[in-house]
């Protein structure tokens, strides 16, 4: 699972890959754990990351780890931009929202959501 997490570097801002892409419900379980485990070593508030969900199915067990996940998370996250979320239940991506009480953008293709990360976080300076 560890590659499926990366480092990229986008306009000089090093932004943290979770490729999600065709997972099951199982694999997507272990990765999250991985998630967590690889967000938190990083200082608070530094992290922009980008999640690709292309094709990836999710089941009740794996929105809930995410849930979890994403609320540990939040105090070593600056941006969060989402792909291809598509197959996720609307339902999920709204709770997910709610509960870890954060904002998380949408977008097409991963260079959409890169520039956006990057654009963001630049305005925040």
Same mark, same amino acid.
């Given at each position: 699972?560890?590659?499926?997490? %990366?480092?990229?570097? *986008?306009?000089?801002?090093?932004? #943290?890959?979770?490729?999600?892409?065709?997972?099951?419900?199982? &694999? #997507? !379980?272990?990765?999250?754990?991985?998630?967590? *485990?690889?967000?938190?070593?990083?200082?608070?508030? %530094? +992290?922009?990351? +980008?999640?690709?969900?292309?094709?990836? *199915? #999710?089941?009740?067990?794996?929105?809930?780890? #995410? =849930? $979890?996940? +994403?609320? !540990?998370?939040?105090?070593?996250?600056?941006?969060?931009?989402?792909?291809?979320?598509?197959?996720?239940? =609307?339902?999920? +991506?709204?709770?997910?929202? %709610?509960? %870890?009480?954060?904002?998380?953008?949408?977008? &097409?293709?991963?260079?959409?959501?890169?520039?956006? !990360?990057?654009? $963001?976080?630049?305005?925040?300076?």
């Amino acid at each position: 699972m560890d590659d499926r997490i %990366s480092f990229i570097t *986008h306009q000089g801002q090093d932004i #943290m890959l979770i490729d999600f892409r065709n997972c099951s419900p199982k &694999e #997507m !379980l272990l990765l999250l754990d991985e998630v967590q *485990h690889t967000v938190a070593v990083h200082p608070r508030n %530094s +992290l922009l990351t +980008l999640g690709d969900m292309t094709g990836t *199915h #999710m089941d009740r067990a794996a929105a809930t780890r #995410m =849930k $979890e996940v +994403l609320v !540990l998370d939040r105090p070593y996250v600056r941006r969060a931009a989402w792909v291809g979320t598509d197959l996720v239940p =609307k339902v999920y +991506l709204d709770n997910f929202k %709610s509960f %870890s009480q954060r904002r998380f953008a949408y977008f &097409e293709t991963r260079e959409q959501a890169m520039d956006w !990360l990057v654009k $963001e976080d630049e305005a925040a300076e």
